[in-house]
């Protein structure tokens, strides 16, 4: 089975560009969450979706970070306009909701902005 | 809110030596407890879970775990750990009222290195 696929793996970009991510879950899959991992402060879940809807978004860092799942097999984190700040790697991970808690992870869009 | 605590930033072990990774979480009950393994430059992969019975737990690639509701640990252990063992290694937690469904806690996680 395919599991959680995350596009671009590298994504190279200059300070006030439009940056987007995107993340298709495992078929099934109800849950969808999308963190950030920096050496400084580690993993940080943004945002989570319950079949499409997002319920926390207490995790995005600022206005200029949006998600949005319009299906069930496709999500978007969008940074507009990039800082370099923003430079880390973001993970999206799906999960079936209510089962076992367990996530699955893809492997991850490194994004660097100068 | 719930917390981990990883507080070996860095371990290193002989290869064929034992491991044992510390996690400590800050949990007014007793969470869904889980550890993953990421690689360079890869996604975490699951090692093990626990949500309640059996306080040792048995996971994957010859790892085990086990909680102690009295000191609030969830260390992971391996008898003998071989080069393949190097990676970053990360405790998690979940809230169980929802079913482990509103995402993981991470801790900041402890980096293996094996010396040969």
């Known amino acids: 089975d395919a599991g959680v696929i995350q596009s671009p793996r590298h994504e190279v970009t200059e300070m006030g560009q439009e940056v987007t991510l995107r993340c298709k879950p495992i078929?099934?899959?109800?849950?969808l969450f999308w963190y950030r991992q920096t050496m400084m402060r580690g993993l940080e879940l943004l945002i989570y979706?319950?079949?499409?809807?997002?319920?926390?978004d207490s995790g995005m860092p600022e206005d200029r970070f949006s998600a949005k799942m319009p299906n069930a097999s496709f999500s978007t984190l969008k940074i507009q306009p990039s800082e370099p700040r923003d430079s880390a790697v973001y993970f999206c991970?799906?999960?079936?909701?209510?089962?076992?808690?367990?996530?699955?992870f893809g492997e991850g869009s490194r994004l660097t902005v100068l | 809110a719930q917390s981990v605590t990883q507080p070996d930033i860095h371990i290193t072990v002989s290869e064929g030596a034992s491991l044992e990774l510390r996690c400590n979480y800050s949990?007014?009950?007793?969470?869904?407890l889980f550890w993953y393994v990421q690689s360079p430059g890869q996604g975490l992969q699951l090692l093990l879970k626990y949500f309640s019975g059996d306080t040792l737990v048995q996971g994957i690639k010859g790892f085990e775990a086990e909680f102690k509701r009295s000191q609030s640990s969830f260390n992971l252990r391996k008898p003998s750990v071989h080069w393949s063992d190097a990676a970053e290694y990360f405790c998690?937690?979940?809230?169980?009222?929802?079913?482990?469904?509103?995402?993981?806690?991470f801790g900041k996680g402890t980096h293996l290195i094996i010396q040969p």
């Open positions: 991970a799906s999960s079936l909701r209510g089962v076992t808690g367990e996530l699955f």
């Open positions: 949990y007014g009950a007793t969470p869904y």
């Open positions: 078929s099934g899959h109800n849950s």
């Open positions: 979706f319950n079949n499409n809807v997002p319920i926390d």
């Open positions: 998690a937690v979940a809230d169980p009222s929802g079913g482990g469904a509103d995402g993981l806690t």
